[in-house]
């Protein structure tokens, strides 16, 4: 069969998903359906699950290295103590990368890692997922706009799976650290941050010159919430991930009325809902990816942004876990 590009059908992207647990199950799900790409094949230590999933979503199911030799690129997600030793592989064969995050167990596998892409000229992009949601899309125009002082983010609730394992600033408080990180274009310059020694619940409070960020994560909440705020001097903007909605509240207007011979009172504000184009942030993520792939630009969420985060949270659960050699953290970073 004849696949060399056209001007008006481009070959396809050979695609494949290394680890298909929940998550890449749903990257082979969404590759399936996109028009862009061929999933060539999935891989997984285990071959039963990675034969299920091959079913589902017609493909094969192939060991690592026949993978990356028909691949252009895949998406590692494997646990995150795997992700050095598996992205370096995909790397070193020249083949493309999106790797759920955290991008590393530490910043100087995250580091080698951005080499090795760079040495190979592939793409290393982190699967940082939130930054696709649109409605923080939606914030991310209106920012430049704004003069912010404070933005505060809440990612509550019990997990889907009670028993599941995992600490909260990693595996949760990490998407707000990044959202913050790029809706201000760095890193913080100071944290502190307090929470339960289960690991269960977190909160931060991080420096950004003049603007303050808290971010909070739990899993003992009853109530899921995916929220985000921003205060700026000219308005308030709401961010709901879950109902990828925004509203910015603006021109409050406090007054006092006689109703009756009563004096009341009445507080009321100008409240603007913005367009948001919803869609499935993973879609979006790996639309992205994949036009990256082809058109050879910058992934719009790159290693340094990953290694940025990965910095951020580790220092915040070193506060919160009470590591005294890393407390300098809580003053200045």
């Known amino acids: 069969?004849?696949?060399?590009?056209?001007?008006?059908?481009?070959?396809?992207?050979?695609?494949?998903?290394?680890?298909?647990?929940?998550?890449?199950?749903?990257?082979?799900?969404?590759?399936?359906?996109?028009?862009?790409?061929?999933?060539?094949?999935?891989?997984?230590?285990?071959?039963?699950?990675?034969?299920?999933?091959?079913?589902?979503?017609?493909?094969?199911?192939l060991d690592i290295d026949p993978l990356l030799e028909r691949c252009d690129a895949v998406t590692v997600a494997v646990p995150t103590h795997a992700h050095y030793e598996t992205?370096?592989?995909?790397?070193?064969?020249?083949?493309?990368?999106?790797?759920?995050?955290?991008?590393?167990?530490?910043?100087?596998?995250?580091?080698?890692?951005?080499?090795l892409a760079q040495n190979a000229g592939v793409v290393l992009q982190v699967g940082h997922i939130e930054r696709f949601n649109p409605a923080v899309q939606t914030v991310g125009d209106l920012i430049d706009d704004l003069d912010v002082i404070s933005i505060e983010a809440e990612r509550l609730g019990?997990?889907?799976?009670?028993?599941?394992?995992?600490?909260?600033?990693?595996?949760l408080m990490v998407h707000d650290v990044d959202i913050v990180a790029s809706l201000l274009e760095d890193g913080p310059e100071s944290i502190s941050a307090m929470g339960?020694?289960?690991?269960?619940?977190?909160?931060?409070?991080?420096?950004?010159?003049?603007?303050?960020?808290?971010?909070?994560?739990?899993?003992?909440?009853?109530k899921k919430v995916r929220k985000l705020t921003v205060t700026a001097r000219e308005c308030l903007v709401e961010v709901d991930y879950l109902e990828q909605s925004v509203l910015i509240h603006r021109d409050s207007y406090p007054e006092y009325l006689i109703d009756d011979g009563q004096r009341r009172y009445r507080h009321e504000s100008v409240v603007e809902r913005p367009r948001v184009d919803n869609g499935e942030p993973l879609r979006h993520e790996l639309e992205s990816f994949v036009d990256?792939?082809?058109?050879?630009?910058?992934?719009?969420?790159?290693?340094?942004?990953?290694?940025?985060?990965?910095?951020t949270v580790q220092r915040i659960d070193a506060l919160v876990s009470n590591d005294e050699p890393r407390r300098e953290h809580e003053v200045e970073i």
């Open 87 to 115: 992205v370096s592989r995909c790397l070193e064969a020249g083949v493309h990368v999106l790797v759920e995050k955290p991008i590393a167990e530490t910043i100087e596998q995250g580091r080698t890692m951005a080499k």
């Open 196 to 222: 339960t020694e289960d690991g269960r619940y977190a909160t931060a409070t991080m420096g950004y010159g003049d603007v303050v960020a808290t971010v909070t994560a739990s899993r003992v909440t009853q």
């Open 1 to 61: 069969m004849n696949t060399e590009p056209t001007r008006t059908s481009p070959r396809p992207v050979q695609v494949g998903v290394v680890g298909v647990g929940a998550m890449g199950e749903n990257h082979a799900r969404v590759y399936s359906e996109l028009r862009s790409v061929d999933l060539v094949g999935v891989t997984d230590h285990d071959v039963d699950v990675a034969r299920r999933v091959a079913a589902e979503y017609g493909t094969e199911c």
């Open 158 to 171: 019990p997990p889907i799976d009670r028993s599941a394992p995992g600490n909260v600033v990693f595996d």
């Open 292 to 311: 990256t792939v082809r058109d050879g630009a910058e992934p719009a969420v790159t290693a340094g942004d990953g290694i940025t985060a990965l910095e």
